[in-house]
């Protein structure tokens, strides 16, 4: 079983830019959610997809986006980089039937630590 | 809207002392409660979730909806708990998790 894998690790990158990260989900899974952890905070809900499409968001502005591919892996894309978004983005991949959750349980990557300069 | 608290930032005790990790909500309706961890150098993990209502590690947690809480609980602490403790809560017709800020444990030899 392959668990989830995020690339890149760490970048570094100045304002204004534009970033992509990447994840592949667990084997078997079909969400993935990403979350944005900032230093000394607990991870906050990014967005969620299922099945290609967006199912649900968090209080991010639209300058967050993603995609997620027929293969279930996905991409965090972020637009005008602010100093704000200096964080660790975690992806988790969980399974999902019909939109609900069989277990409730996300798998966790070991995240992109993402630092704007 | 969800919320979930997590009072404490470090908790330390000795080896063998009871430990008890607080975490209330907020939410309305009927929540999914789950306490993951996260040791040195490894990722974010599911612990326990409460309609298991299962012991992981030694670890109990208990959801009382009077009082909105999800305490973790062990009797007795051993050197490997020492990690960093998330309380999450999961509502809604999708998956969206909220996290609380985290709780420190730090296991005294």
């Known amino acids: 079983e392959t668990g989830v894998t995020q690339s890149p690790t760490h970048l570094i990158k100045t304002r204004g830019q534009q970033v992509t990260l990447r994840c592949s989900s667990q084997?078997?899974?079909?969400?993935v959610s990403w979350y944005q952890q900032a230093l000394g905070q607990g991870p906050q809900f990014i967005f969620q997809y299922y099945r290609e499409e967006e199912n649900g968001r968090g209080n991010f502005p639209p300058r967050f986006s993603g995609l997620q591919f027929p293969n279930y892996s996905s991409e965090l894309n972020v637009n005008a980089l602010e100093l704000d978004d200096s964080a660790l983005y975690l992806c988790?991949?969980?399974?999902?039937?019909?939109?609900?959750?069989?277990?409730?349980?996300?798998?966790f990557g070991e995240g992109s630590r993402l630092t704007v300069l | 809207a969800q919320r979930v608290t997590q009072p404490e930032k470090l908790l330390s005790v000795f080896k063998g002392a009871p430990v008890e990790l607080k975490c209330n909500y907020s939410y309305s309706g009927s929540p999914e409660l789950f306490w993951y961890v996260q040791y040195s150098r490894q990722r974010l993990q599911l612990l326990l979730r409460h309609i298991s209502r299962e012991s992981i590690k030694g670890f109990t947690a208990d959801l009382n909806k009077g009082e909105t809480s999800f305490h973790l609980k062990k009797p007795f602490a051993q050197e490997e708990d020492s990690a960093m403790y998330y309380c999450?809560?999961?509502?809604?017709?999708?998956?969206?998790?909220?996290f609380g800020t985290g709780t420190k444990l730090q296991v005294i030899p």
């Open positions: 999450a809560l999961r509502t809604g017709g999708y998956q969206k998790v909220t």
């Open positions: 988790a991949s969980s399974l999902a039937i019909g939109r609900a959750s069989v277990s409730g349980e996300l798998f």
């Open positions: 084997s078997g899974h079909n969400t």
